[in-house]
């Protein structure tokens, strides 16, 4: 998006699975980049981390992104594990009811 | 090397001619032959002339026959009383024989060795004129223009493709004309438009001592208005009577029209793309195209009973002022016998390097004056085709720049006019599904808001970008067994496919809040409306379900409304789990008591999420924004003024705002 904030996405392996870390603004601009990189993590592994302690901000596509990986996971028999981000973003899955419904670690 | 060679000789007739003096003083015949041999050595004459004008010299008063070997094979006769043999040299190298015939004694002899050696450099000078002559043949014969200047600045030499290059017939006819009028032929341009000064050419600059790059010139012809482009390249050679300066003029015209032409349909194209505006389209391309390919660009359409501009483009405003009114004053009629009215009829372009006499001539004075003001001087106009029926014309001018139209300005504006035309159609395409989406967008909102004894109700609904689609965001107000449902939401998502959803979600609350009266229960319909679905579809909804002075506050997965009592806001309502995701999920109100004069807002994400010079919106100044609302149309025209002074860029999402306020 013109003017908007740098962003970007990359991929490394994380113990047993592979974690996507996301840095900056995770919105309908940026969210097809993060969910490439959650696809080519699946083909590797079926625990995927997104790494979001660097994301400032979070939108309503990046929920959907995270529902729907969290969906596909386990019905691959695996699991999404959210690395808990700011405060921005922790509201917004406040908002949603994400907590209880999606593992979410401090960590990696 | 042929000046040095020529000094060279004629020093050394002159020390040869003291000494000879010194020894036979009374043989003045002697001395002018000799003095004969150098004239010969220093003038350029091919090596028959030198043969001819030596023998002259020698016979009859030297000897009484004369003959030469020069690289002809013939055998050189023995040497005897009556004859002597002579070998021609010079600079150490044998370059012929002469051979004498007659009776002479031993001081003859010595002349006629001296001799020799002033006829071999001669000779060999010959030889090097020779050189010259075929270089000169070289350069006759290369495509490039070549010219040779003295010091002072004069042509020396030019080939054939010189003088054509400068509109000349004959290099003699180039040769024979003073340099300033050969300049003054042309205006000269630097690439950047700037004017081209005399001394700034290479070949001064070598004049001048100095090591110039090669330049780029644009050079119009002032006669003809012939735009052409150069790559001038100078190189210094030393002369006889001085330096001179040899000039390569390439024509480059048509590898810097392609280009240009190239340069400017990419441009022309990305401004195409970026707005689907018609009229702002075509009137960029305008100026896109001033001053590159014409002085003035106009664009126009029909419109009722004339041509109306709908783009006007000149370097200098003051002059698009002049032409602005002009064309305020005299529109062309649709049924105009020529000009742009004729071109939209046919579809056919002109071209016309001269204003015809007769448009002068009918014309009206103020408009023989106005043509006469802006100088024109070439016009070409080219129809703009979409769906192959003209729909409006580009007109180009040329004025003070003194051009005229090439065909590959024609070829180059036809295709420019072309690509307006598909932008155009684009346009109206868009226009089209622009409508349709607008009407489909109208289906997800009420028709209008209901009226409502005890609350006043105001919206606002701002879709994202014009470019985008039908958006997810919705509202509604309907009434229940108990009160009124109050609803904004939002389904992720866009397009047709979030449309349809969209709609579906909110019949499916309006539906079941109607009968159900429970918003709780609503919610729960909608969320295994969606949980049913195979593909995920998120979507959040607010609801404030007001009973008599009580309302009950739900949120599942959006934002929480903001309650304004006191002049300031706050949230109210739970957070409670977004819609579609979970089956299972449920539901709980948050009851506020009414007061006179409460506002209470619903919003949609698009609002917070707003994208400004450094941040996004934001709830903290939503907050702010909201302070001392009265009602519901002033808290809804607040967000609205704070949003769009905050928001830099394209709205990136729909935004949707209900609000109400007790009265």
Redesign the interface.
Known sequence: MEGGPVFSVSRRRAGDGVAVVAVGEIDLATVDAVRAEIDAARTETTLVLLDLRDVTFIDSAGVRLVLEGSRELAAEGGELVIVRGGPEVRRVFDLVGLDGRVKMVDEP | VIGAAAGGAALGAAAVAAAWRRRHASDQRRFAMIRGAAVIADTALSIPEVLARARELLVPRFAAECEFHVGDGRPTPAEDAATMVVPLRSRGRTVGTMVLRGSFDAGDREFAHLFGGRVALALENAGLFAELESLEAALGTLAEAVTIQDERGQLVYANDAAAAALGFESAEQLLATPPREIVDAYESFHEDGSPLRIEELPGRKVLAGLAPDPLLVRAVERRTGEERWRIVKATPVPGRGGRLAVNIIEDVTDVKRAEMAQRFLAAASAVLASSLDYEETLARIAELAVPRLADWCSVSVPEKDRMRSVALAHVDPEKVRFARSYQERFPTPLNAPTGTAQVLRDGVAQVMNEIPAALMEVADPEVREAIRELGMRAAMLVPIMSRERPIGVISFVMAESRRVFSPADLELASELARRAGTAVENARLYRERSRIAATLQRGLLPEELPRIPGLRLASLYRPAGPENLVGGDFYDAFPTAAGWMLVVG?V??RGAEAAAQTGQARHTLRTAGTIVGDPAAALEQLNLALADRRV?T?C?VAIVHVTARTADVL?A???QPLLVRDGAARPVGH????LG??PD?RWSPQPVELAAGDVIVLYT?GVT?A?G?RE?FGVDRLVAALAGAADAAGAVSAIDGALSAFQ???Q??DTAILALDVT
């Open positions: 939002d992720t998502g995920l998120p959040t949120c997965g959006h934002p957070f409670g789990p977004i995701a979970w999920s994400d999420d994208r010079a996004r830099r860029g394209a990136a999402d």
